[in-house]
Structures are given as C-alpha cells and as structure tokens.
C-alpha cells in the first residue's frame, strides 16, 4: 500500500485498498463463474431428467407405432410424421415469403415511412406471444378460409410465428454483403434483379438458410398455436395435409405430461427425446448448409 | 463511318417491376398480419364487453368463468402471470446480466467455447420440455422437500420460464456492453481501476439502455409464454402473490378454454378473446419500450 | 503525346487546398489505315465521350465543377488529380454508378457516341452495359472462376458457348494456364493483379 504525502506527518491523502478491491472483483469473477455453473446445472438436470424418465420407453415400436390408450403399447408414428410434414410445410412457406419480404426491405425499399412502418410492423410481430398467432390462426385459417383443424392450417399459423425472426435474420445476412458486390455486378449491366439474384444472394445464402433451418427447428417444438388451432391428441391414422386430424410431438408430449402415472411420464419423456433428436438433426443440418453454401465466401 | 448508335434508351422490363412488387407483397403481409390479430381480438372483445361489464372485467379480482357464478376478474390472471413472470425476472435477469459480463469483459477463447453453446442450448429447447421438467422433476424432488409447495405453483414456473430467458437477457445486454466503445474502458484502467469497477462504474452505466431493453424484452417473452407455464402453474385463478400457490395465467386460461367443450359463443369463449386482448396490449406495450431503449443504445455510440 | 488543359475541379469539402486544374493527357495511337499518313498529318480520331460543363453533387456539397473534357476513340485518356478532388465521381458519371447514391445529381452535358447518358428515356443498366469499368480494388463474387467470368455475359444473355468464351477471356488476361485445371474453385483465391 502506498501513501501519497507531500510533507511528512500529515495524513495520507489516499487509501488505495488495492488488497480489497482486487478481492471484490475476484468475487465478481465468481459470482460469474457460479451463475454459468448454475445454468450448466439446469441444462444437465433437464437433459437428464428427460433420458432418464423417457429412455426405457424409447424402443422401434414407440416410434413406429400408432397411439394407444394404454402407455405400455402406444407409438408416435403419427406425431413423428405430423411434425416431418409440419417442419417441411413451414419451411416451404416461409422460404420465398421471408426472403421476399428481407430482399425488399434490404435492397428495393426507399428510405420513407412506408419504410419504416414495415420495419416497425416485422419486429412488433417478433415479440406476439405465439398463442396469439394461435388465435389468428383459429380464426383465418380455419374458420374464415374454412380449412379447418387440418395440418396445413397448423403449418401456415406456425409459419407466421417463424416469419419475424426469418426476416430480420435474412435482412441481416443480406446487410453483411459487401457494397462493392453490388457495384461489380451492377458495372458488368445487370439489372437490379440480375445483381440481386446472381450476386447479392448467394453471397448472404449460407446465413439466409441457416436462420430458416433453425427456425424450422423453432417450429418444432412449438405447441401453443396448435393447441388453439385444434390439433388432436389421439390420432390413430397417418396425418394429411389438408384433411382430417392432425397431431404433432408436442401435442403428445403435453397430452401425456399432464398425467400423474407414471408411464405416461414415462411415455411423455421419451416422445420429448425425439423432438430434440430432430431438433438437433437440424441444428447439424444447418451447419452443414452454411460450410456448403459458404465454400467461395472469404470476406 | 456510320456511328452506330449504341441503344441507351429502354424501358425498365416490366418483368423488373412486377418482381419488385412481389417482393413488396410479401413484405406488406406483415401489415395485413398485424390489422388481422388486432381486428380478430378487437371485435370479439366487444362482443365479450356486451355481456359483461368492462370496469368488472378490467378491475375484477375473482375469475371463475367455468364454476357458476361466473365472474370475469381479470386481475386474478393478470396477477398470476405477473408473478411468474417477476420470478423469472429475478432468476433470468442475474443470471443473464453475469453471462454477459462473462462473454463481454472476460472473453477468453476458454470461456466463449463454454459459456456461448451452454446459452444457445438453452435457447433452443422447446418450452413444452421446460414444463415436463417443471413437475416430473423441479416441483416433486425439489421444490416440494424445500417449501413444501404443492405440485403446481407459480415459482416451479417462474423457474423455469426465468432458464428460458436467459439466453434472451445475456444476448441483448452482450450486444450493448460490446458497443461501449474501448476507450471509455483503457480511461478507467489507466486511472487505476480494477476489472471489477470497470465494469461496475464504465461498462454498466454506459450499456445500460441495453440492458433494460433485454430485461423488458424478457418481461414480455414470460407474459406471453404458455407451454411452460401450463405445465407448471397449473389452473387455480386466484388473485394472490405468493409465489408458493397455484395460479392461473393468462396463457394458460386461454389453452384451458380451448381444450374445453365450450361452445362457440358462449361468454366463456369469448372471454377467452377479451384475455388475449389484455395479453396482446401488454406484451406490444413492453415491446414498444424495449425497442425505445434498443434505439437509444444503438445510436449512443 | 498532346497535353490538353482541363478545367477546375473542386478539392473535396475542406476548403484548404486550391482548386487544382486537373490536365488531362491523350496517348493517341495510330487512326486506322493510317500507314500513308505522316506524323504531321494526324487525323483526330472521333470523339467517343464528351463532358460539357458537368458538375456532380452529392446533396448540397459538389464534387466535380464545371468540368468539360473529351475523349476519343483508340486512346487512352488519363484523369490526374490530387487525392479527393473528384477524378472517381467523374469517372462513374460515365456508367451511372453514381445512381446507387441517392444524394447524388449531376448537371451538365454527359454524351456518349452524342446521346445523353442521363436522358429521360436512358435506363442505366443498358449504359453499364456499354460502358465497362475496372474496379479500384478487386472485388470477385463468391462464385468458382468459371462462373466469375461467365456472369457478365450471363446475365446479358450470351447464347454461344460458354466455355469457350471463358476460355478467351482468360486467355486475353494471360491467366488461363494458371488456372485452366481450377475453373472450379473460389474467385476470391485469386487476389490482386
């Protein structure tokens, strides 16, 4: 410790307290270091929790069999391939919808309200609880358009749930690209389509697709809009698009989860590890589209 | 010799136009969504408020909507989501804030290798499997030894919809103490400050339009969440804040009625469009001054 | 070689250096056929590209004042000029590059072969395509070599054979055993030169 003084015997005008403060901050760190232990704590308890629970229910039969009231002999076959064709319908819906939508808004859109008001509007919509999309949904889709609780309309609400975070991801990746990729494409006399569609696109490819492919997994997992939408929760044939009921792995999961025995917990967890075995086969999915669609890109 | 006249004059395609309009179309969907929702819940709330009273409704503390008598409270969901909600807050809010600090100020490759995958698992796991965890594990081997809560309770759900936003909370509020621009931090370390008053004194103050726009952006993600809390929370609308009871949100009565056999136009069907209303009011308005305190911290810099 | 004076362009925006002339040199080669003619009796070659009285703004701050050049056919006509003082403005009046500014105004005469390039009816990108430029910095697409080469073409509707096309470029730019056996890889491999 050092004191400052300019003439001796008077008090030290300073009291560094280096020792104390340095421990302060080794608290900190601590404190830091403890709330990721803690997180990492949940993250395993979770995962634990749910193979624990569900990995002895987890056999060929329960994933290639039809639904059963009795726990010990039910399947999620049709859950499995309501939410395959649930993912796949997302996707196809928001694919030209949400590029669309970020390509105008990045490269056509004039810089006026209108503007901005469309750009306000897409991150409002961002934060609309998805129950709330659940009820549009109920009400345009099935209702007004008279589709009725059928997949697609599941597909088409959980599109619009996805379709936010789509566009803001893409208009991202499409800012990211560098002007001069504009400038040679436009010198070479392309047209603003030409330069859009030949440069400026595949260059923002590899994080357009990633934010679909996880948005995708997003909506995987989501039941709440379904719920509302009306999706069933025992359905004993294979799901179409367009007619009859539909199911999903949440549905079940949230069906099963609200019984107390036992086996239906049981049942329950092992449907929820099928969920995030998807979910993860996306996430790898998406890695491999982004180190495919990224092989010329070295900015 | 003849000049030929290279052609500069040439009409924009109309194949350039349409394309352009198209694009716009489905940027102008987003609009079409949002007078959608809000017509949707707006005309059937008025149905709603031809039955029963608003100032009973807005003002109301008892919800029974499926026992007679039937009363329509709002404030009973209104404070069970809000409970959830706080709780999470205050479990979120530290653990995200001291995330971000993690990944902002004591980056080192050790760290980020752990700390960024750890949230963004967390961010991808469905809520549905928030709430199996919530009462297969959380309420019975932990909660229920510690305080003796009964299975269903607004602090199982305010637990774990607060590991849910996390992520949300570490991400925004990194984002913010990255824009602090590095001088203002080598000024405070040449003065002598340690790391810790660094970022007590320079990082904090300065990101701090940051961090409350990431602590409101959280709020409103814990109001309008639902399969967490429907697991968890369980369906007792009372007008109560402890944390220790069972409750009802918001969310969770609109899935209630939902699942129900309630006919189409039946006063409980269309309180649920009157809850949703007050739902959507509250999460928009919370987005509105999120997005505020997100400008103010982009422009700061 | 003739040194032909050119006009006063403005510096850029800080008002300490002088307004410089900017001198403009031809390099004129040979006019076609013209074995016969003495070295006295050079005939101008015609004037492909004339700026009258072209000024460029970007908002209320000009760039370019006043200029009026020309340049003609089979030569190669320099722009020479202090850091700033304009010479790339000018130069992408030339293909309407500075459309993508949305500040940007330019008035005066800009002609090429004697049409206004900024005429009512003109659309910029059949200009561009007319009128090519070599960027300062390299700036190759993300695409293989091949298809950096074939874009160009591509997008303004080449209907012969590609290949072949590509081949000629590369050879015209003596790059094409460099990379005849990698057609396929990244562009961006390719740096400077």
């Known amino acids: 410790m050092t004191t400052a003084t300019a003439t001796p015997g008077t008090q030290p005008r300073f009291e560094p307290a280096l020792m104390r403060r340095k421990m302060n901050g080794t608290i900190f760190y601590g404190a830091c270091l403890l709330a990721i232990a803690i997180l990492i704590l949940a993250l395993i308890a979770l995962l634990l929790n749910v193979v624990v629970v569900g990995l002895p229910w987890l056999d060929p039969q329960f994933i290639t069999g039809m639904p059963s009231r009795r726990p010990t002999q039910t399947g999620v076959f049709p859950a499995l391939i309501g939410s395959i064709q649930l993912a796949l319908i997302v996707g196809a819906i928001t694919f030209p919808i949400g590029i669309g939508a970020a390509v105008y808004l990045a490269e056509y859109a004039p810089d006026n309200r209108i503007t901005r008001l469309l750009q306000t509007n897409i991150s409002n919509l961002a934060g609309v609880p998805s129950i709330i999309y659940g009820i549009f949904g109920l009400a345009v889709f099935v209702r007004l358009l008279g589709l009725g609780p059928v997949l697609f309309s599941g597909a088409a609400t959980l599109a619009l749930v996805i379709l936010p975070l789509v566009i803001i991801a893409s208009i991202e990746a499409l800012k990211a690209v560098p002007q001069a990729q504009r400038e040679g494409a436009y010198a070479l006399g392309a047209s603003q389509w030409q330069m859009v569609r030949g440069s400026v696109l595949p260059a923002a490819a590899p994080g357009i697709m990633t934010g679909i492919i996880l948005a995708m997994a997003r909506a995987i997992g989501e039941a709440a809009p379904l719920v509302v939408i009306g999706a069933a929760t025992f359905v004993t044939s294979l799901p179409q698009p367009l007619q009859g009921g539909f199911t999903v792995l949440p549905i079940q999961v949230f069906n099963w989860a609200q019984r107390p025995q036992a086996d239906f917990q049981g049942v329950a967890a092992a449907a929820i590890i099928v969920i995030l075995v998807l979910i993860f086969i996306l996430n790898l999915l998406a890695l491999i589209v982004r180190a495919r669609l990224s092989r010329h890109i070295q900015w | 010799m003849a000049a030929q006249q290279i052609q500069l004059t040439r009409r924009r395609p109309w194949s350039e136009r349409i394309i352009e309009l198209l694009l716009f179309a489905a940027a102008a969907l987003g609009i079409l969504t949002t007078i959608g929702i809000v017509v949707i819940l707006v005309v059937q709330t008025l149905q709603f408020f031809q039955i029963v009273n608003p100032i009973d409704f807005l003002t109301g503390t008892v919800w029974s909507a499926s026992i007679q008598p039937y009363k329509f409270g709002v404030l009973a969901l209104v404070s069970g989501t809000l409970l959830v909600a706080i709780i999470a807050m205050l479990i979120g809010t530290p653990l995200g804030l001291l995330s971000a600090i993690l990944l902002s100020e004591y980056s080192s490759n050790r760290v980020r290798n752990v700390v960024k995958p750890v949230l963004e698992t967390i961010a991808g796991i469905p809520t549905i499997v928030l709430g199996f965890f919530a009462i297969n594990f959380l309420s019975p081997e932990i909660l229920q030894p510690l305080f003796g809560v009964g299975l269903f309770s607004a602090l199982a759900g305010g637990i774990v919809v607060g590991i849910l936003v996390t992520p949300l909370i570490a991400s925004i509020s990194e984002d913010a103490m990255r824009a602090v621009p590095r001088g203002l931090r080598e000024g405070a370390y040449a003065m002598g400050a340690t790391k810790f008053e660094v970022v007590r004194k320079v990082v904090l103050p300065a990101a701090v339009s940051g961090v409350m726009a990431s602590i409101i952006l959280a709020m409103s993600r814990a109001v309008g969440e639902t399969m967490a809390v429907v697991l968890a929370v369980g369906t007792f609308p009372q007008f109560s804040f402890n944390p220790l009871e069972s409750v009802q949100t918001m969310t969770a009565f609109i899935v209630q009625i939902v699942q129900g056999e309630t006919s189409q136009g039946s006063v409980q069907f269309l309180s649920l469009f009157a809850v949703a209303m007050v739902l959507f009011v509250m999460t928009f308005a919370l987005n509105i001054v999120s997005a505020w305190f997100v400008r103010r911290y982009r422009t700061a810099y | ?193």
Not at chain 3, 40 to 48: C, G
Not at chain 3, 77 to 91: D, M, Q
Not at chain 3, 118 to 146: E, H, L, T, W
Request: aromatic fraction near 6%; hydrophobic fraction near 40%; include cysteine.
């Open chain 3, 1 to 193: 070689m003739n040194a032909q004076a050119g006009s006063t362009l403005d510096a850029t925006g800080d008002g300490h250096a002088p307004a410089t002339a900017i001198p403009t040199i031809r390099i004129a080669a040979d006019p076609v056929g013209g074995g016969a003619a003495s070295a006295t009796e050079r005939v101008p070659n015609e004037v492909v590209v004339e700026l009258r009285g072209v000024s460029c703004f970007y908002g209320s701050f000009r760039a370019v004042k006043d200029v009026s050049v020309t340049a003609a056919k089979r030569e190669v006509t320099a722009l020479i000029g202090p850091s700033g003082c304009g010479k790339t403005t000018l130069l992408r009046t030339l293909n309407r590059m500075n459309d993508l500014v949305p500040s940007f105004r330019a008035t005066g005469e800009i002609l090429l072969d004697g049409q206004d390039l900024y005429g009512k009816a003109v659309d910029p990108v059949a200009v561009r395509r007319r009128v090519g430029m070599v960027f300062q910095k390299p700036n190759p697409f993300p695409k293989s070599i091949y298809d950096n080469i074939a874009f160009g073409p591509k997008i303004n509707g080449y209907r012969g054979n590609m290949d072949e096309l590509v081949e000629q470029s590369l050879r015209k730019a003596a790059l094409w055993d460099e990379v005849k056996d990698k057609l396929k890889a990244s562009g961006m491999a390719l740096s400077g030169g």
